[in-house]
């Protein structure tokens, strides 16, 4: 694989962000199914969470574990707790990486076996084998050589792989991310790249952040319709360029920690609209 990897840019992110219009109301704007954090890592569902409402989404419906639910409503009460329709999930961040999905958690099941996009994060890596839902998965290179090893490929080669064998759209995180599909018989593969526009990114929890946007850009896109892998990678890449835009805006005055990058995403996808357009 030698050939240049396409940049995704603040234009091919501006076309995948889907603005609200008088007709829409919180159902048609997308529903987020959230199951993440645990008593262990409540604080990653406090991040998704906070990032998901500030993507710009109708509804948050956190459906996790007790600890972390109470945070997430403390820091945003506008996210449900309720059961009900959902246009696509977010599992893993901050959960324990079992291999099996757990009973206690109901949502879990719907998310891992639904046909509606469910966006797999960190411990949610551990029980990939039983998801059948069509899958964004989000790992750093730690994660990823734990489910494909890399045998001394290049990031790309890697990457790609990754998604041909399992059969996800892959984020590879990284100072580069790299966002891949699996090589389709007809549409070829999709492989793109996202640079940070800051290595002050490089924190506990950013991470968290970027699986709440990715998955609150695909609920968007999902509403009584189940997007390709082709597009919800290009969905993916357009979460990742927006946490980096994120990023640099909530870095404006120094380093920052990762709900602060949260905060910043509502004026990152205001910037990708206006900007993003020309
Ligand atoms: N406030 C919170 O509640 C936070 C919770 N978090 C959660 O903590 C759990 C554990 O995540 P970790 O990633 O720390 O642990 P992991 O155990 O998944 O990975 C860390 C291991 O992978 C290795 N590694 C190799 N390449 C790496 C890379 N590029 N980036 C990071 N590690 C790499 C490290 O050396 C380390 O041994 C996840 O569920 C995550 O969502 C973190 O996001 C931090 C913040
Ligand atoms: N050197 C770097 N420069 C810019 N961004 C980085 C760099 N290293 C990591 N990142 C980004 O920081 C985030 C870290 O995510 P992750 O490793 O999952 O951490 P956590 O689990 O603590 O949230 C990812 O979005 C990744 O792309």
Do not use: C
Not at 177 to 193: N, S
């Amino acid at each position: 694989m030698t050939e240049q990897i396409r940049e995704w840019g603040a234009a091919d992110a501006a076309r995948h962000i889907r603005v609200p219009g008088p007709q829409d109301n919180k159902y048609s704007h997308g529903v987020l199914g959230v199951v993440t954090g645990s008593e262990k890592y409540p604080g990653a569902a406090v991040l998704g969470v906070e990032a998901a409402h500030r993507t710009g989404i109708g509804m948050v419906r956190f459906l996790g574990e007790k600890a972390p639910a109470g945070l997430a409503l403390a820091r945003r009460p506008e996210t449900v707790t309720v059961s009900g329709a959902v246009d696509a999930w977010i599992v893993g961040s901050g959960m324990e990486s079992t291999p099996g999905l757990n009973p206690e958690l109901p949502a879990l099941a719907h998310a891992a076996l639904g046909l509606q996009p469910v966006v797999v994060d960190a411990g949610g890596l551990g029980f990939l084998g039983h998801v059948s839902a069509p899958a964004i998965i989000t790992p750093h290179e730690g994660e990823l050589e734990r489910l494909v090893p890399r045998n001394g490929s290049t990031r790309e080669e890697w990457v790609a792989s990754a998604a041909d064998q399992l059969g996800v759209v892959v984020v590879l995180k990284g100072h580069e991310t790299l966002v891949a599909t699996p090589e389709e018989a007809t549409g070829g593969r999709f492989l793109v790249k996202v640079t940070s526009p800051t290595a002050w990114l490089a924190t506990a929890g950013t991470g968290d952040v970027l699986a709440g946007i990715i998955a609150a850009v695909v609920a968007t896109h999902s509403v009584k319709r189940v997007p390709s892998l082709h597009e919800l990678a290009e969905l993916a890449a357009t979460g990742v360029f927006l946490h980096g835009k994120a990023a640099e805006l909530a870095g404006e005055d120094g380093p920052f920690p990762a709900l602060d990058v949260a905060e910043s995403v509502g004026r990152a996808v205001a910037w990708v609209l206006s900007e993003g357009k020309h």
